[in-house]
């Protein structure tokens, strides 16, 4: 059970109509998020978006994540796709950190007082991921499947997220 029980209805009515581009509906998610949730177990939040690696030719090229949106310190950009963000994308699936040093070598720290994270995939109106929701906590087992499935519906009712049907997170 995750040390934080969240009611994401407050996140849900701030986000209640939101517009605007994607980009901006991702910036309106990431600052809500961050808002509602700072004080409760969220250390940073930010999505990362899928592109290719400069140089390489499309199709099948090399990829790498960038950052977008996010609150509330800086962020590694570029990473790479053996990272927690990149194995959501590639598995198109949620992931739950519970402790961050169970990914030994494929955790990329951006921040070492980060102890766990949940990642969720974006996919497009073709279900292509094309990129990541992360979110990190100072804390262990800051997340768990009920986060992960508040988090899917309100991506999903914002437009960031094309709907897709429940598949179980992977979790570490």
Same mark, same amino acid.
């Given at each position: 059970?995750?040390?934080?029980?969240?009611? =994401?209805?407050? !996140?849900?009515?701030? !986000? @209640?109509? #939101?517009?605007? &581009?994607?980009?901006?509906?991702?910036?309106?998610?990431?600052? /809500?998020? *961050?808002?509602?949730?700072?004080?409760? $177990?969220?250390?940073?939040?930010?999505?990362? !978006?899928?592109?290719?690696?400069?140089?390489?030719?499309?199709? $099948?090229?090399?990829?790498?994540? #960038?950052?977008?949106?996010?609150?509330?310190?800086?962020?590694?950009?570029?990473?790479?796709?053996? $990272? /927690?963000?990149?194995?959501?994308? !590639?598995?198109?699936?949620?992931?739950?950190?519970?402790?961050?040093? &169970?990914? $030994?070598? @494929?955790?990329?720290?951006?921040?070492?007082?980060?102890?766990?994270?949940?990642?969720?995939?974006?996919?497009?109106?073709? /279900? &292509?991921?094309?990129? #990541?929701?992360?979110?990190?906590?100072?804390?262990? &087992?800051?997340?768990?499947?009920?986060?992960?499935?508040?988090?899917?519906?309100?991506?999903?009712?914002? /437009?960031?997220? *094309?709907?897709?049907? *429940?598949?179980?997170?992977?979790? =570490?």
């Amino acid at each position: 059970m995750p040390v934080h029980e969240r009611d =994401y209805a407050p !996140l849900a009515v701030a !986000l @209640n109509n #939101v517009g605007g &581009n994607r980009a901006q509906r991702m910036r309106s998610f990431a600052d /809500a998020m *961050w808002r509602f949730y700072k004080d409760h $177990g969220v250390s940073w939040v930010g999505f990362y !978006l899928l592109e290719d690696v400069p140089g390489d030719e499309p199709p $099948g090229g090399e990829q790498q994540m #960038v950052l977008g949106p996010s609150r509330d310190k800086p962020a590694c950009s570029p990473i790479q796709m053996h $990272g /927690a963000c990149g194995m959501s994308c !590639l598995k198109q699936r949620a992931i739950i950190v519970s402790d961050v040093s &169970n990914l $030994g070598p @494929n955790y990329i720290a951006c921040d070492p007082r980060d102890r766990s994270e949940i990642i969720l995939p974006l996919f497009d109106e073709n /279900a &292509n991921a094309y990129g #990541v929701l992360d979110i990190d906590s100072f804390d262990r &087992n800051a997340f768990g499947e009920d986060d992960a499935r508040q988090l899917k519906r309100l991506l999903e009712s914002t /437009a960031i997220c *094309w709907p897709t049907p *429940w598949v179980q997170p992977l979790y =570490y």
